[in-house]
């Protein structure tokens, strides 16, 4: 079993940063990958970025250039450092983990509003 915990979502106006974090614990594997979903009301559950256990990273075109994740050595913790922010970016932030013998766990997503 892998918990995850996000936090720092919240409201920010277009053109601001956000930075979210997620605390992964429990049967945490070397060779897996991190990162963040996003859920817009209406839309299907989009990958947004993600970072393996060589650090390789991908990100969803819309956020290329604007988004950033990275983690800590240990790989316990990922981050997503959100800057240009734009009202399309305002969705629900789930944290998500994979490795090949667990399969996919999910944070309880976090809101992100973009709004003046």
């Known amino acids: 079993q892998v918990q995850l915990v996000e936090s720092g979502g919240g409201l920010v106006q277009p053109g601001g940063s956000l930075q979210l974090s997620c605390a992964a614990s429990?049967?945490?594997?070397?060779?897996?990958?991190m990162g963040w979903y996003r859920q817009a009301p209406g839309k299907q559950r989009e990958l947004v970025a993600s970072i393996t256990d060589t650090w390789r990273t991908n990100y969803a075109d819309s956020v290329k250039g604007r988004f950033t994740i990275s983690t800590d050595n240990a790989k316990n913790k990922v981050y997503l450092q959100m800057n240009s922010l734009e009202p399309e970016d305002s969705a629900v932030y789930y944290c998500w983990y994979n490795d090949l013998q667990a399969g996919d766990y999910w944070g309880q997503g976090t809101q992100v509003t973009v709004s003046s």
């Open positions: 429990g049967s945490i594997f070397a060779i897996s990958t």
